[in-house]
């Protein structure tokens, strides 16, 4: 089978989630249940800025310092300040008027506990994700000022692979990774072996929706991340499957100086990695430097923040106390930014020598919600 069009893709994909678990009133209502839970966790964090007399409803407007300096912010999670702040101001919650921020309203407190359950349960989270979710919220004061280890609150009742894999078990990255397990098996055609490297595999949903497609197929699958917590687990899961193999590999580092040969490899494939990257377009010429001729990299990404992660899983993405915040010197340079928009991932291919094939889903779509798209790039 080959895949003529973008929608054809689209098509495949949904009808992976529908009717299986998503309806189609489910999938219409994505949008806003992704707002009613932007709303429940930013509410929180004007709960916090209230209570810590940051900003109060009729005290004077604040810059972001002052607001940084109230909450007691340790430095390393300054720029997650700085995007509450634009998310707060996008959804109308703060006003923002010569760089100093009022507050509009502050709306009474819900039953918090029983609004995230219902809404992550119709984004098809499984109920520990709303769990964790909950003991983030009840500890942003001390997660802020790094009295508290997000590590300590997410993983108290699971492993870590347990609650990686919870926050990415939803609608928009099953529809992801089925799209891209979809599209790299209609690539594989019988004959020569064909080589496909996974960077960062985690917890390995996105190997699993690509093993359920590609399993019988001439396939040589490398299993990597930077971490042997996830590739030890991976090599028992995947020690069956003929031509699969496991190992740690750095996405900041130059790939042929990790036993990955120039011009090796037909496909290399990410879910929800890249922006781990220290330096985006590095890593991606480390990708293109990999890649054959015509070869293809296939991966998923947040493009836009999710307010309830910020308020969430982006902890974790704060640099240790002695490291330097992820993209400090590539195109997100003094922009408290961790994820870059589609277009700005179509100039950094582009630079790196790879160019946009496809982007799903199309901006139209419920599914484009949750701000995940998957991009598919050719060396060239
Ligand atoms: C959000 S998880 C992605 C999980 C996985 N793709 C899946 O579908 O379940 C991000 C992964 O990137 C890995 N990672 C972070 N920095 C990395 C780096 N410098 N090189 C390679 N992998 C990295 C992490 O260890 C983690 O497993």
Sequence with gaps: MTISSIDQLHQLSLSALIPNSLSEGQLTNLPATMNKLALVSLNQVIQLLTNKQALTPLGDAQTATQIKTALNTAPRHEWLVDRWLVALTEHGLLQLQDHKYALTKVTPCTDIKAELQANYQALGFPSTMADAHIRVLASLSELISDQLDINQVLYQQSSPLVALAAYQTNYFTAYLNTALAQYLTTQIKPGPMVKILELGGGTGLLTDSIFQQISGRPVQYQFTDVSALFTKPMQTKLRTQIGARCRTLDIDRAFDEQAVPPASIDFIVAGNVLHNAQHIGHTLKHIRAALKLGGQLLFTESIADNPAMLTAMQFLLSPASDQVMLG??????????????????????????????????????????????LFIATAI
């Excluded at 020598?353 to 799903?360: A, E, I």
Aim: glycine share 6%; net charge neutral; with cysteine.
């Design 328 to 373: 400090h010197a590539d195109c997100r340079a003094n922009s408290s930014q961790v994820f870059i928009d589609g277009s700005t991932w179509q100039k950094q291919l582009e630079q790196a020598g790879l160019q946009l094939m496809w982007r799903l889903p199309q901006p139209n779509s419920p599914l484009s919600a949750a701000g995940q798209a």
